[in-house]
């Protein structure tokens, strides 16, 4: 078969990748197979025992993003497991082996063979009522929208932390935000952000941008569908107020450069932040406190084994950054949450 250069190094690319998972995830258990591009239109990627190939279809190598090369690669890593790791040849191939090393190594087992058609509906009750309150936060009263601000923020933070024991865990990954070779610090504050107040944890990951073949990062997030939903659309919001209000801060300043673009939107980031900070301190008076969700941490200790924390950058304090932080903490959410919003990678589910 006839590969494109292209073809070639995206397939280099997944035999590192292999390489990584099965260091990390598969604890170094399995050999190398034979990684070849397959032509056919139906599957996504498949493996084949006795020739030990592990194949992964052009069609996803030039339809899919790079999370989706790895989800396939990572189905068809279980099924490799199953056979030369457990030894399991009597079942089905999506039998009880192989859906309890799926269990056990957070792995997609819908993730090969012809993709869903759509995305399941993101939607709950409480979701829907912050929904209506983000469309209140939209009115001219500047006291009405931030009581609604403020209430769809308590009704989140309450639901979280009433739910985490009781509800059966269902859990979701997905890319937000851009693929691109290096973040700056406003994006990596905004991620820090999400975690911190949205109930879902932000990873960023290498990947491979599949329009150029070459290596790059994006931002995973992995909740609850519904946080993950409100923390979309929280980035998307925040980058693109920020963009707003920078624009008005040069006008005002008579600036004609973006030098100081950086330095207001992290700013900018840091007071809503401090915002937040404070509306979390209201609410946990009122016993209302989040001790954290171990299933969540649990299936994002299985897509990622070897998370590793970045040091805090240093940057200087201009009055651009100082207006960032002031404009920051008077910002109230707005716009009732999307379910198709831009700049988002295909959703991955487990249950």
């Known amino acids: 078969m006839t590969i494109t250069e292209r073809e070639r190094t995206l397939l280099r690319a997944a035999a590192q990748s292999w390489r990584q998972l099965n260091r990390d995830q598969f604890r170094s258990a399995m050999q190398a197979p034979n990684l070849e591009m397959s032509r056919g239109k139906t599957r996504l990627g498949g493996w084949i025992g006795g020739t030990r190939t592990l194949q ?30 457990l030894q399991v040849h009597d079942e089905s191939a999506h039998g009880e082996a192989f859906k309890r090393v799926c269990t056990e190594f957070g792995i997609d087992q819908r993730a ?51 739910r985490v024991d009781v509800d059966i865990a269902h859990y979701t990954a997905r890319r937000i935000g851009p693929i691109k070779s290096r973040f700056m610090l406003h994006e990596k504050a905004l991620a820090g952000l999400l975690g911190q107040h949205f109930f879902v944890r932000p990873v960023y990951i290498p990947i491979m941008d599949m329009r150029t073949a070459k290596p790059s990062k994006t931002l995973e997030v992995s909740g609850r569908p519904d946080n993950v939903a409100m923390a979309e659309h929280v980035y998307a919001w925040l980058l693109r107020t920020g963009e707003r209000l920078f624009t008005d801060y040069k006008r005002e300043h008579g600036l004609r450069g973006n030098t100081e673009r950086r330095r207001f939107l992290l700013g900018l980031v840091r007071g809503f932040t401090e915002q937040l900070n404070q509306q979390r301190q209201t609410v946990e008076e009122t016993g209302l406190v989040w001790v954290g969700d171990a299933g969540l941490d649990s299936f994002v200790g299985k897509r990622h084994p070897r998370l590793r924390t970045s040091r805090p950058s240093t940057f200087k304090r201009t009055d651009a950054y100082n207006q960032g932080v002031s404009q920051g903490k008077r910002l109230d959410l707005k716009r009732p949450v999307s379910q198709k919003a831009s700049a988002r990678g295909r959703q991955i589910t487990k249950k």
Do not use: C, F
């Open 112 to 162: 090969v063979g012809e993709p869903l058609a759509g995305e399941p509906p993101i939607e709950s009750r409480v979701l829907t009522r912050i929904r209506g309150l983000l469309a209140l936060a939209d009115s001219p009263n500047e006291h009405e929208a931030r009581a609604a601000a403020r209430k769809a923020y308590t009704l989140m933070h309450r639901h979280n932390v009433e």
């Open 56 to 85: 992964l279809s052009q069609r996803l190598l030039s339809e899919y993003d790079w999370l989706q090369v790895l989800e396939v690669l990572r189905h068809e890593m279980a099924h490799q497991y199953v056979s030369e790791v």
